[in-house]
């Protein structure tokens, strides 16, 4: 795990050094141990590399590296966990290593079968540049399914790319115009979605594909070598003939063995154990594996956000050496203050702040993790997989006036109203609303008026149903679109999830928060194996009755009694609202004073003042409408100076 970044301009090699070494420091903490860079000759690009040591901590495994021949230069971030494998084949064909990195074994492999050839054999997360002395070009690589970010900025002819936009902000000719695209997308999904980046002329590279580019200023030739949507769609078109018995056996064993790959290192390593499914089911295959166990969790003094106790019963059972944290909410609002440099693009999904305790957490023991993430958008894990199949046959059913009424009349009592109603029903029916009930009945008002299941999911799923209604100067409506793949309701809404939020969001997230910490985030249950074979096994093993995630379970509780996980789905979050009415309202109010918001030009100073009144008051279920206002503005005047 590492950051990367590079240069190509027509500034001079001693501007350019002294740039690099700019990008480079801007966020050290994502390579502490080492850094360096290296300059191709007439004309080409500055590679640059910050190290953070996990396998040959020796000089072999220094970066920038080159390829046994010379022909190849690469500065690389990620894990490949088969390069062992591919190295024992490499030695066959006559190659000899130095050290054993990783790092070595790519470049080998590139040399020997050619880059396309070589990605696809790749188990791993990666993003990399490779500058071809021979053919004089400059390629950009990332992992199939997003798990290690790649942005690349060109302006004015000029080329600069790097593991975070931090990094390129830091480059003199860089423009930070806001592209308003890119603004309206993340007041939708309170993230900046797909290839898209929050300021113009920038984007990401797309997961699972290769941009060649054979000068600075040209568009790049983009070669796709993998793909979500293909894979759904072979897989629906070819399911499996199994049981449950077999499924379970088959998701076990790809697991099982995705675990020890994403056990090699040179350095110690844990595990973020929420005492959910996910990261108990990747807790439970290290224990299997006899390898050492450390499993790390907070909790909150807030028994609706806290599970501490779940994580600490999990741990017990499989004897693991757990490490707890009951956070206060003062040291969880002690992190908002460093949340807009730790993102550098605006991010306001508030589990932001316990990923990153967590994540500070383990490192105090160890260099490398291994998290649970993926569990829901590959298996079936969220309510809306559960649910929405459900919700669109009963909107179907119904007249849109019939609809629009009924929204109208749930919408018309304020969540703590709902809250209250709930609260005198017997436990029985309140489960069913799992946390939050009041805001549960506000979302579903927000859903009854869908029309089809494309905007049916994007309601799901948008923070601001229409983001312009906040926004001075929007640009389109910043939904995101994928392609239908012929699936049942709930595989449409899980390739979605698989290729939307879980990058956008979920693994931007985690990502990032690690870093800051100088930990790396492997995550299992994204192994591309794994995400194959799910989508062949039939859907009535994954979501079956109301329940989600049903291979999995069945999986864990050959490990763990079903009593500790069987449970109703909490999630990671923050009681944010509450906190925004108390001991962070000076904070907010600061960031939401009219005449910043007027002086910023994208907000609309009335509408946010209006929405800021009404969570006050308790009228509306508007906290994540707020989030995404508050990390903007944050964002803003980290960023923009405003």
């Known amino acids: 795990m590492c950051g990367i970044a590079g240069l190509w301009d027509d500034s001079l090699q001693e501007a350019r050094q002294t740039n690099m070494a700019a990008m480079l420091e801007r966020v050290a903490w994502r390579g502490p141990d080492a850094r360096d ?111 290690k970010p790649l942005y690349v900025a060109q302006q004015g002819g000029q080329l600069a790319f790097a593991s975070d936009l931090a990094s390129i902000a830091t480059v003199p000719w860089f423009d930070r115009r806001l592209d308003a695209a890119a603004v309206t997308s993340f007041f939708r999904y309170a993230c900046v979605p797909g290839d898209q980046a929050i300021f113009q002329d920038t984007r990401k590279v797309t997961p699972g594909t290769i941009e060649t580019f054979a000068r600075a200023g040209q568009a790049p030739h983009v070669e796709r070598y993998w793909s979500a949507h293909d894979v759904a769609v072979s897989g629906l078109a070819a399911p499996l003939d199994v049981d449950a018995k ?138 809306r997989h559960l649910w929405g199949p459900r919700v669109w046959r009963l909107l179907r059913a119904a007249p849109a006036a019939l609809r629009g009424s009924i929204a109208r009349w749930l919408a018309a009592r304020s969540p703590m109203e709902w809250d209250t109603t709930f609260a005198t029903v017997s436990r029985s029916v309140r489960s069913l609303s799992f946390r939050t009930p009041g805001d549960k009945v506000h979302k579903l008002a927000g859903l009854l008026p869908a029309n089809d299941v494309d905007e049916l999911y994007a309601r799901l799923t948008s923070i601001w149903q229409d983001p312009r209604s906040v926004l001075e100067n929007p640009l389109g409506s910043g939904l995101a679109t994928h392609p239908a793949v012929g699936g049942a309701v709930s595989e449409e809404f899980m390739l979605r999830d698989l290729r939307g939020y879980l990058q956008d969001d979920i693994l931007t997230k985690v990502d990032r928060a690690s870093m800051a910490v100088s930990l790396e985030a492997r995550v299992p249950l994204l192994d591309h194996r794994l995400v194959e074979l799910a989508w062949r096994i039939p859907l009535r093993h994954k979501v079956r009755e109301g329940v989600g995630k049903v291979v999995l379970r069945d999986v864990l509780s050959r490990s763990v009694p079903r009593s500790m996980f069987e449970r109703p789905k909490m999630g990671f979050g923050i009681p944010v609202g509450d906190w925004l009415r108390g001991p962070m309202r000076p904070w907010a109010e600061e960031l939401l004073d009219p005449g910043r918001l007027r002086a910023g030009g994208v907000l609309d100073a009335e509408v946010v003042h209006h929405l800021w009144q009404r969570h006050l008051s308790g009228q509306a279920a508007v906290q994540h409408q707020l989030w995404t206002v508050l990390m903007f503005q944050d964002w803003s005047r980290r960023w923009l100076g405003c």
């Open 37 to 147: 860079q290296w300059h191709a000759p007439a004309g080409g690009p500055t590679l640059g590399h910050l190290r953070l040591s996990i396998l040959d901590l020796s000089e072999h495994g220094a970066q920038p590296m080159s390829s046994a021949s010379g022909r190849y230069v690469m500065t690389y971030n990620g894990e490949v966990y088969n390069a062992a494998d591919m190295a024992k084949e490499l030695g066959r064909a006559g190659y000899r290593f130095r050290g054993h990195s990783d790092t070595e074994v790519i470049l080998a492999a590139i040399e020997h079968w050619g880059l396309v050839q070589a990605v696809g054999r790749f188990v791993g997360m990666f993003a990399f540049a490779l500058w071809d002395t021979q053919e004089q070009c400059l390629h950009l690589v990332r992992d199939r399914l997003g798990i």
């Open 246 to 383: 077999t499924a379970a056996d088959l998701v076990q064993d790809t697991l099982y063995r995705s675990v020890v790959d994403r056990q090699v290192a040179d350095v110690p390593l844990g595990v973020l154990l929420s005492g959910g499914i996910d990261s108990s089911v990747v807790a439970a295959m290290m224990v299997r594996s006899g390898a050492r166990t450390r499993t790390y969790s907070i909790g909150f003094d807030d028994d609706a956000y806290n599970e501490a106790s779940d994580a600490q019963q999990v741990a017990r059972h499989l004897g693991t050496e757990h490490t707890e944290l009951i956070v206060r909410p003062t040291e969880a609002m002690d992190v908002i203050p460093r949340l807009a440099e730790i993102y550098s693009e605006p991010f306001a999904d508030s589990s932001q702040i316990p990923t990153f305790l967590v994540s500070q957490l383990a490192r105090r023991d160890v260099t490398v993790v291994l998290s649970g993430d993926g569990g829901d958008e590959v298996f079936g894990g969220y309510n």
